[in-house]
């Protein structure tokens, strides 16, 4: 047996994962490859736990998962060409949700790009492949530089919206030693968080005192401010929804949260008749809407880290950047300052609105949108423990049901990318997301199309020696796009696949396979899985499928 080297050897790759240890993070996602070898050199001796997915897509979604339950970057270390392209929809997904992935990856030495000699895994030019679709990509030529590229990351991360970045290493840089003082390699300190101008806030709060029928639309960017957003609601007597990234950031069990619906129509007119509609850290784009855009008959207070987000879809009257939590706190320090509520007459200062009617609404129209689909998500959400994550797919069970059924009590408590609506999601988020939880319930749910594109994922799960449920809602295939094609006419094609044995495949996995042929025992099958502890895959039938 080959004598092994030394651990320490204070290479690029070293002094790149030395700093991202300096700012807390203490997990990589990846897959380790020929080039890419000095990365993992130093894991071990720095504390690092190493997920090894079975592709790069996986390590991705995990890292994905893992940083929505820190609050840190997930990272992700590819090998060169094929590695690197195999995140990309990882990579897309995070710029669509405004998720902060940091990919290290090697590249071709230095004076050796775009040669087109046939060596190994050489791509025509990979940083600029991924700039294509990422916050920024980086090619460094030293190691100062590399870490350089950490430091900025972070600083995009805490300054800025939070997207992915690519740092691209040259082999012949990652694996020479690294003239990077220790000092250089600290993290750097974190700044105060951005306020919006004074007097636009005096203008908002001026807007918001007078207001009758207030109503705030919480997104991605204000899952960092939930005590804020709910003092803010509680202060106004505001009703609050939420996107689907937003979600849980006013405890959907709060008297005045009405979920995270406002792709439901039932949900928009209650915004759109809002006399001030205070929209906090949302694009409002289609993809969260189900709509073309929301049409607010009254004023608008936007609050937005980017200040290019402020007018993007619906015209502010009242634009304020900054960060979310710094701002609402300024408005509630501007609200008090002006009078009269007085947050000590109840857990709602400014009176509950009675909002019966617009539940209702609500209700029916979830009700009404798939009523089988919709009956099986009740079943999983009331088997669930109420501090569940649970890590959703592009699957109907999610997107159509459950999203609106299940009930959570702070941000973070449902893993899933409405806008990108990837398949494949699922399962690696919920792997990265009990790697950061070890103490909560972590329960996957999703489609069999959607299980498919990441089954492998089951292997890496048991080899990390996680508990972790996946509940598999098997409708046949790709039913969305099966309905899709009849609704133009198309005789089904290519959406009714041929289904393995579930239960059969996640035994061979190492995992404890779980058959349900009755829907009206599934809630107790779920139940048994999670106490059972380890990987277990609840299958069910979706009925009339």
Known sequence: MAELAAPYADTAGRAVLETIRAYGVDTVFGIPGTHNLEFYRPLADLGFRAVTNRHEQG???????????????????????????????????????????????????????FRDVGTLHETKDASAMVAAIAEWSRRVTTAAEAVEAVHDAFALFRTGRPRPVHIEVPLDVLESAADVSADARAARPAPAPARADASLVAEAAALLAAAASPVIVAGGGSTRAARQVTALAERLGAPVITTLNGKGVLDEHHPLSLGSNLRLAAAREVAEAADVLVVLGSKLGEAELWAPSLAARGRVIRVDVSPAQVDKNLAA?????????????????????????????????GGAPDLAAARAAIAAEIAATEPATVALAERIADALPADAIVAGDSSQIVYLALASVLRRDRPHGLLYTPTYATLGYGLPAAIGARVAQPDRPVVAVLGDGALMFAVNELVTAVEQGLDLTVVCVDNGGYGEIRQNELDRGIRPVGVELVQPDWAALATAFGATGRRVDQVADLGDAIRDAIAAGGVQLVHVRQPGA
């Open 317 to 349: 009257t009242v634009g304020l950047v900054g960060h979310c939590a710094a701002v609402v706190d300024d408005l509630l320090a501007a609200l008090a300052a002006g009078g009269p509520a007085d947050a000590s007459a109840g857990p709602v200062a």
């Open 59 to 113: 390590s991705g979604y995990g890292a994905d998962g893992w940083a929505q339950q820190t609050g840190l970057p997930g990272v992700v270390i590819t090998t060169s060409g094929p590695g690197l392209q195999n995140a990309m929809s990882a990579i897309g997904t995070a710029f669509c949700e405004s998720r902060p992935l940091i990919v290290l990856s090697p590249g071709v030495a230095l004076g050796e790009e």
